[in-house]
């Protein structure tokens, strides 16, 4: 199983372009989350989904964009970039019930000038 | 996350015993967590403990609980230089978001 999976690894935008994030995950679980990660500010919820075709906002939502189209996938959608949303990008999924054990993906490095 | 509290550094030396502290303040979670980041990687779960439990045993690894003190740690035994990395805690979040709330987490620096 490889588990997480994101593409790209690193992206370099420009102020105002946009740019989708994919999260993929072989583990056939229910849910999936997006979070940024900024320095002394631990991780913070942007979306996450508890099933296929099922989105929500999480904790700073602003800015982005979500689907769960497939149960596998899970992508981010940047509109119109801003140098604010320069971060590191984890994708998490877990399954229903027990213990809240999260997978993560190994992250993107956004830059945005 | 706005309520889970914990330092941002950390240094000890090699063979030292580690402890990492952690304070919240949300008493309904089931489980406590905490979760280890090592260099350009996700994070990882390393350990959790039941929100009945006063401590948590395992290998060089031991969880404290104190629940009257919302006060959680994690004890490594005989740090190496391989236990470098960013520790997380974190908590459930039970109205109904199906999250985890994390400290901004410590940064853990082994020296020899």
């Known amino acids: 199983n490889a588990g997480v999976t994101q593409t790209p690894k690193f992206r370099v935008l420009k102020t105002g372009q946009s740019m989708t994030l994919l999260c993929a995950q072989d583990m056939n679980h229910e849910y999936m989350y997006w979070y940024r990660q900024d320095p002394g500010m631990g991780l913070r919820l942007i979306h996450y989904?508890?099933?296929?075709?099922?989105?929500a906002k999480g904790e700073v939502p602003d800015g982005y964009n979500v689907s769960r189209l497939k149960k596998q996938n899970f992508l981010l959608g940047l509109e119109s970039a801003a140098p604010s949303q320069t971060s590191v990008y984890f994708c998490?999924?877990?399954?229903?019930?027990?213990?809240?054990?999260?997978?993560f993906g190994p992250g993107t490095r956004l830059t945005v000038t | 996350g706005e309520d889970v509290e914990q330092s941002l550094f950390l240094s000890v030396r090699e063979g030292d015993s580690s402890v990492i502290n952690c304070t919240y303040t949300d008493s309904s979670s089931t489980y406590l967590y905490w979760y280890k980041q090592e260099p350009g990687a996700g994070l990882q779960l390393l350990t959790y403990i039941f929100s009945n439990m006063d401590m948590k045993q395992d290998q060089r690894l031991t969880v404290l609980l104190n629940k009257k003190d919302k006060h959680l740690s994690l004890r490594i035994a005989d740090t190496q230089t391989g236990d470098s990395a960013i520790y997380f805690c974190a908590h459930e979040f039970l109205g109904g978001y199906n999250k985890l709330i994390f400290g901004a987490g410590t940064r853990l620096a082994v020296h020899p």
């Open positions: 989904s508890v099933g296929e075709g099922t989105t």
């Open positions: 998490a999924s877990r399954s229903e019930g027990g213990v809240y054990e999260q997978y």
